[in-house]
């Protein structure tokens, strides 16, 4: 029988590219055969899905092509990241690790990343029980009253009976074109790609902690700066009256000092206002209040920034999340495909019942009442091919779809990566010209205050050269926190340290 059944199958796999009519032909020829020589002849019949009126279109996958990071300014591969995990504690702040530690377990957008990812992790079990053997039982009671015009005979057409079934019954699918293993495939690729965006989240939620924490620093620091040019330019105004009322200066310089005063008022209530709107973009981040004393005690010189080296590996950005989530999501698509491809195919199914049944609940468990069966069964998709094959063009143009999404975060992965380069080598000098700025200041602040201590120059020119002296702090300041601002940038471009 095997010896026969391996010829069948021989000739029968040559043919595959036969005519609809002799697909059927041969169709019915194996059903004889299956009729005589059982299950075994099965594998006959299995052949005749390559035949023309059902099989799927031949179709080449595209490839997703690697957009060279090297010519957009990184620099070749190389092993090891140069970012931690908790990246932020380079920082020395307590304040901002409580901060993290808050958003990571309350934040609501965090939340729903990690149920989206959950739910596609149990979709992975379901795609699984597809190769396991499903088992069920059934307990059936039935009162009915039997038709006398039907098909069944006296005395039981036209009385009232019970009848019981009690029943376990099996089933197990063969999966000989790998349908159920292309769906777990696509389940894998799907709940991989939802654990990378349940990271990308908790990194974008991360970096917005940090970003938003150093920007409400950087205002409480201005505001200081602020606030001591505000009582600065209060001493000058002071001293310009007097000198006026001594008619040793005139209206015009009375003015003048008064004119500096709105202003600076003006400087005090929008870093006010931009504190108060920090404290709730950070609250809205961590899912809770954040105190303002959290950002009163912290001062910008006492933060360390990170390092950061100036040539980065392009390997690096296959650690980003979202490159990661993408290119799952173009396995997932793939597998898909193959999905749509094997529903052209067969399914064959073996199926097994062993149960109770009989006319009378009174006879359910007398002897006798036993029955069972086993078999294969066969579906194969004849004329809904229409249907198959718009699906199969459906699932092909989602894989196209796929493969030009993870292209664009390829590409736009590097340039993240490249601009907050630029931006920190632009960053370093500037800073160097404004040390070199602020050092002349401050040095001249204090020949003015020599000058002064020895009765050559009036407190006036002291005042105004320590205007100077704030105005170049504040200009300071101002690029260290964007020099803070674009290296969080950077390491969120980097995939902040995620393995």
């Known amino acids: 029988m095997i010896s026969r059944t391996f010829d069948a199958f021989t000739r029968l796999h040559h043919a595959r590219r036969a005519s609809p009519k002799d697909c059927f032909g041969a169709m019915r020829l194996a059903m004889t055969s299956l009729r005589k020589e059982?299950?075994?002849?099965?594998?006959?019949?299995?052949?005749?899905?390559?035949?023309?009126?059902?099989?799927?279109?031949?179709?080449?996958p595209p490839v997703a092509v690697w957009s060279d990071p090297g010519a957009l300014g990184l620099g070749p591969s190389a092993s090891g990241s140069p970012l931690e995990a908790q990246w932020w504690r380079a920082y020395g702040s307590?304040?901002?690790?409580?901060?993290?530690?808050?958003?990571?377990?309350?934040?609501?957008?965090?939340?729903?990343?990690?149920?989206?990812?959950?739910?596609?992790?149990?979709?992975?079990?379901?795609?699984?029980?597809?190769?396991?053997?499903?088992?069920?039982?059934?307990?059936?009671?039935?009162?009915?009253?039997?038709?006398?015009?039907?098909?069944?005979?006296?005395?039981?057409?036209?009385?009232?009976?019970?009848?019981?079934?009690?029943?376990?019954?099996?089933?197990w699918e063969f999966d000989f074109f790998g349908k159920n293993q292309a769906a777990l495939d696509a389940a894998l690729g799907q709940a991989k790609a939802a654990q990378a965006d349940a990271a990308a989240a908790r990194i974008f939620l991360q970096t917005q902690v940090a970003r938003t924490y150093l920007r409400g620093a950087s205002f409480y620091s201005l505001l200081r700066i602020a606030q001591r040019t505000l009582a600065q330019r209060q001493e000058v105004l002071s001293l310009v009256r007097a000198r006026f009322q001594a008619g040793l200066d005139s209206e015009v310089e009375l003015k003048q000092a008064e004119s500096a005063l709105p202003d600076i008022r003006t400087q005090v209530e929008a870093l006010q206002e931009q504190i108060e709107l920090t404290h709730h973009a950070l609250a809205a981040l961590v899912g809770g209040a954040v105190p303002p004393s959290q950002f009163t005690a912290v001062e910008m010189s006492a933060l360390r920034p990170l390092q950061v080296p100036n040539v980065l590996p392009a390997d690096l950005l296959a650690r980003r999340p979202d490159v990661l989530a993408a290119q799952w999501r173009v396995q997932a698509a793939l597998s898909e495909q193959k999905l749509a491809q094997a529903q052209f195919y067969p399914n064959v199914n073996l199926v097994a019942f062993v149960g109770l049944s009989s006319l009378g609940l009174?006879?359910?468990?007398?002897?006798?009442?036993?029955?069972?069966g086993v078999g294969p069964a066969l579906r194969l998709p004849l004329f809904d091919t229409g249907r198959l094959r718009a699906n199969l063009q459906g699932k092909s143009a989602e894989l196209d779809a796929a493969v030009h999404s993870y292209n664009a975060a390829v590409l736009d992965a590097v340039k993240e990566v490249v601009d907050p380069l630029t931006s920190l080598r632009t960053l370093a000098q500037?800073?160097?010209?404004?040390?070199?700025?602020?050092?002349?200041?401050?040095?001249?602040?204090?020949?003015?205050?020599?000058?002064?201590?020895?009765?050559?120059?009036?407190?006036?020119q002291v005042l105004l050269a320590e205007s100077n002296v704030l105005q170049q702090q504040r200009a300071e300041l101002e690029l260290q926190a964007r020099l803070l601002d674009v290296q969080v940038s950077l390491v969120r471009a980097l995939g902040a340290g995620f393995n």
């Open 38 to 60: 059982g299950l075994a002849c099965l594998i006959c019949l299995l052949s005749l899905s390559g035949c023309t009126a059902w099989a799927p279109p031949a179709q080449d």
């Open 94 to 171: 307590p304040t901002l690790d409580a901060l993290m530690a808050q958003a990571v377990a309350q934040s609501p957008s965090l939340q729903v990343a990690q149920a989206r990812w959950r739910r596609a992790a149990a979709s992975i079990e379901a795609a699984e029980a597809l190769n396991r053997p499903q088992a069920w039982a059934s307990v059936d009671a039935l009162h009915q009253r039997y038709t006398a015009k039907g098909l069944v005979p006296p005395p039981i057409a036209g009385s009232v009976q019970d009848t019981g079934t009690v029943q376990a019954q099996v089933a």
């Open 362 to 372: 009174d006879r359910l468990l007398q002897s006798g009442s036993q029955q069972w």
């Open 430 to 460: 500037q800073q160097a010209q404004q040390a070199q700025a602020l050092g002349i200041a401050q040095r001249t602040h204090e020949l003015a205050r020599q000058r002064r201590d020895a009765g050559l120059t009036p407190t006036l």
